[in-house]
C-alpha cells in the first residue's frame, strides 16, 4: 500500500502495444516523481481513465478502445487495480474517452461516432447501457473525416449539459443526460473551422470559457460558454507552434491535449510528431491567448498531458517511447522543466488524485 503522503496516478496503455492496461503509481507530492505499484490487463487497450466518488473512496473508470468497445469500473484500495463488478459493451466501437456526469458514465466511441451513458450502481460498478447517441455529419478530409469521430466526451462545469468534441464533424456538441432514465437527448452544435480535427477541450476555470484542440491542425479555438443556454460561441484562434514550425511538411504534428493551469492564467498542449509542449499565456478575461514556448516532451508521440491537483507537475503520457514523463511548472512563467520519467509500455493517459 501507498503511504499517507504519497498521492495516486493512474495510467493507461495499449496491451495490443505492448502495454500493461492500467497501472497504479505513486506520487512523491515534493518531487512529482512517480513509483509503479502494480497493474492490470482485464480492459484491453485502457486508453482513457477517470476517476469518480465511491462511498469511503475512489472508483477509476476505464474504456477499452477495442471493436466491440467495453467500458470498466476498478477498486484501487490495494497497489493493484481490482474489476470492479461486470466489464460493460458500449454499444459502439473504439471508445476514445469518458467521463462521469450526471450518475453515469458517459463515453465517447471514435469508429462509431457516438456517445454512450452507462449508469452508475450503488458500489460504483457499472449497469449495462442505458442510451447511446449517434453523431452525423463529415468533414473535408477524405481520410480522417468521412464521418463522425466523438473524441472526448465531459461535463460542463455547471453539471448541467455533457459536451463531447468531435473530430470527423468539426463540431463541439451539447446534449442533456437525464440521471434517471439515463437518456442523452441532443441540444446544440457549433460549427468550427473546417478541417481543424478538433480532438479535446479544456474549460477555464472561471467556467464561462473554453479551449478546443486541434488535432488536424496544431491551432486552439477559443469559446465563450453559456451555461444557461447550453451554448458555445467561437470567439477566436490561436496557434500552438510557431509559424515555421507549422509549415514543416516533413514533420506533421497532431496536438492530443489541452491543459488549462488551475489560476486560469496558462494553457498547455502536448503535441505528437512536433514530440512538443506548448505553453500559452492567457489574458485577466481567458479570452486572448499566445504561444510562449514550447519545450520537449520528455518522450516520442505523446498522447496525454495532465497537470496534478497542487498545479506544480505536468505528467506527459508518451506512447511510442513508451514512457510517461513530469515537469516542474515555472510558477511564474508557465514553462515546465523536465524532472524524471519511468517506462510504462504503449502510455495513453495518467490521470491523479
Known sequence: MIGNRAGRAFLGSFTSAGGLGVTAAAVDRDTGALTVLGSTDAVPD????????????????????????????????????????????????????????????VTANYTSGSVTALPLLDDGSLGPASSVLRHEGSGPDPERQEGPHAHQVLADPSGSWVVSVDLGTDSVRVCALDPATGALSPHSETALRPGAGPRHLAFHPSGSLAYVLGELEPIVTVCRWDAAAGRFAVLGEVPVLPEHERADDAVRTYPSEVVVAHDGRFLWTVNRGHDSISVLTLDESGEKAAL???????????????LDPSGQWLYAANERSGNVSWFAVDAQTGVPRHAGSIEVPAASCVVLV
Open 46 to 105: 485502457p486508453s482513457f481513465l477517470a476517476v469518480g466518488p465511491r462511498a469511503g473512496g475512489t472508483v477509476l473508470y476505464a474504456v477499452g478502445e477495442s471493436a466491440p468497445g467495453v467500458a470498466a469500473a476498478f477498486a484501487v484500495d490495494g497497489d493493484v487495480p481490482a474489476l470492479l463488478g461486470t466489464v460493460r459493451a458500449v454499444d459502439g466501437d473504439a471508445p476514445t474517452h469518458l467521463a462521469v456526469a450526471a450518475n453515469h458514465v
Open 292 to 306: 510562449a514556448a514550447t519545450v520537449g516532451c520528455g518522450g516520442h508521440w505523446p498522447r496525454d498531458l495532465t
